[in-house]
């Protein structure tokens, strides 16, 4: 019976051919097959679904120990409110700083002026020397008068030269503070710094913490199911997949000899295993640039050993047109035959 059946099937895809139609029962239903995989190691405290149960995207499928992740959000918002404070402080070290320049500044000023009215002292005193320098020779003035004006003279010179003294004192104190300004300056944009990577240490540390609720990536149906309450899982082992049961699709394997006409966009016929009798349509969405040998773990090399000439297969994608498939559950996987209208 199975001979006769391959027999009645070559005899059907040569009359299709001859009819402008390409027949395979080399084809199948794929669909997305996402997995479910934790992104931190921890260990299962519960699992909220079971084997082919249907779940929507964002539905909770597992629920990881957190404790550890809980404690690193709130060490990293520790150091996020230290590193607050110390920008306050900087702040408040700047302000001082700022402040110590203003005072400083202001002896500058106050010293320079100093300097002014010594010097005007001093002009005075030189005049009252001279003068009565002038009048001790012409014995028009005492001893002693000449005595304490020389005494003022260089009072005044003295006096001069402290008040240059704290010129020079104040313009060092002043480069000082400056100098100390700009030190708190970089206090301050390190400390902002520092508040930006606790911030980032915090986001970070709560993204970890959100890893520990696992939900479904998709739409579909739970499968392959592998894990249970109380197991600890590694980071990128897989648990459980989600077959998308929304949107299915065909890949037919066609002999290198069918497509040579054949096009994207041209009509099919489906006939699924699992629903004889009832025949779907489609159309042809892309056809594949390389066989499928080629992407196989172990590709034919003909370039050594005895060459036997295989007829290669090339792969077709095709979509379903028929909207009557939603009430035919398609999964992944499924056997089908598809005849491509290529006229």
């Given at each position: 019976?199975?001979?006769?059946?391959?027999?009645?099937?070559?005899?059907?895809?040569?009359?299709?051919?001859?009819?402008?139609?390409?027949?395979?029962?080399?084809?199948?239903?794929?669909?997305?097959?996402?997995?479910?995989?934790?992104?931190?190691?921890?260990?299962?405290?519960?699992?909220?679904?079971?084997?082919?149960?249907?779940?929507?995207?964002?539905?909770?499928?597992?629920?990881?120990?957190?404790?550890?992740?809980?404690?690193?959000?709130?060490?990293?918002?520790?150091?996020?409110?230290?590193?607050?404070?110390?920008?306050?402080?900087?702040?408040?070290?700047?302000?001082?700083?700022?402040?110590?320049?203003?005072?400083?500044?202001?002896?500058?000023?106050?010293?320079?002026?100093?300097?002014?009215?010594?010097?005007?002292?001093?002009?005075?005193?030189?005049?009252?020397?001279?003068?009565?320098?002038?009048?001790?020779?012409?014995?028009?003035?005492?001893?002693?008068?000449?005595?304490?004006?020389?005494?003022?003279?260089?009072?005044?010179?003295?006096q001069i030269k402290m008040a240059q003294a704290q010129v020079e004192a104040a313009k060092y104190q002043v480069a000082s503070t400056k100098s100390s300004v700009q030190t708190s300056?970089?206090?301050?944009?390190?400390?902002?710094?520092?508040?930006?990577?606790?911030?980032?240490?915090?986001?970070?540390?709560?993204?970890?913490?959100?890893?520990?609720?696992?939900?479904?990536?998709?739409?579909?149906?739970?499968?392959?199911?592998?894990?249970?309450?109380?197991?600890?899982?590694?980071?990128?082992?897989?648990?459980?997949?989600?077959?998308?049961?929304?949107?299915?699709?065909?890949?037919?394997?066609?002999?290198?000899?069918?497509?040579?006409?054949?096009?994207?966009?041209?009509?099919?016929?489906?006939?699924?295993?699992?629903?004889?009798?009832?025949?779907?349509?489609?159309?042809?969405?892309?056809?594949?640039?390389?066989?499928?040998?080629?992407?196989?773990?172990?590709?034919?090399?003909?370039?050594?050993?005895?060459?036997?000439?295989?007829?290669?297969?090339?792969?077709?994608?095709?979509?379903?047109?028929?909207?009557?498939?939603?009430?035919?559950?398609?999964?992944?996987?499924?056997?089908?035959?598809?005849?491509?209208?290529?006229?």
């Amino acid at each position: 019976m199975k001979k006769l059946y391959y027999i009645l099937f070559a005899a059907s895809t040569i009359l299709a051919s001859c009819n402008g139609r390409e027949t395979t029962d080399n084809a199948q239903i794929e669909a997305n097959i996402s997995p479910v995989i934790p992104k931190v190691n921890s260990t299962v405290e519960r699992v909220l679904v079971n084997d082919n149960q249907v779940v929507k995207e964002g539905d909770i499928l597992i629920v990881l120990d957190d404790a550890n992740y809980k404690i690193a959000v709130q060490q990293a918002e520790i150091s996020l409110a230290l590193a607050k404070q110390n920008v306050s402080l900087s702040q408040s070290n700047k302000n001082t700083a700022n402040s110590s320049v203003n005072t400083v500044q202001a002896g500058t000023i106050s010293a320079n002026a100093a300097v002014e009215a010594a010097k005007v002292r001093l002009d005075v005193a030189i005049k009252n020397f001279q003068r009565f320098k002038n009048l001790l020779a012409q014995k028009s003035a005492t001893q002693q008068q000449f005595d304490g004006i020389k005494a003022e003279k260089e009072a005044s010179e003295a006096q001069i030269k402290m008040a240059q003294a704290q010129v020079e004192a104040a313009k060092y104190q002043v480069a000082s503070t400056k100098s100390s300004v700009q030190t708190s300056d970089n206090g301050v944009s390190l400390a902002e710094l520092s508040v930006k990577q606790a911030e980032n240490n915090l986001e970070a540390a709560k993204l970890q913490l959100s890893y520990c609720t696992i939900k479904a990536p998709c739409n579909g149906v739970v499968s392959k199911k592998n894990v249970q309450k109380g197991q600890v899982v590694a980071l990128g082992q897989p648990l459980m997949a989600i077959a998308n049961n929304e949107n299915a699709w065909i890949v037919a394997n066609f002999k290198e000899t069918q497509v040579s006409e054949m096009k994207v966009g041209q009509e099919v016929e489906i006939e699924i295993d699992a629903y004889s009798g009832k025949e779907f349509t489609g159309k042809v969405e892309s056809i594949s640039q390389a066989t499928g040998s080629k992407f196989s773990l172990l590709p034919a090399d003909n370039a050594t050993g005895n060459f036997v000439k295989v007829t290669q297969r090339i792969p077709v994608k095709i979509n379903f047109t028929d909207k009557s498939t939603k009430e035919y559950p398609l999964r992944a996987g499924m056997s089908l035959a598809v005849t491509v209208k290529i006229k």
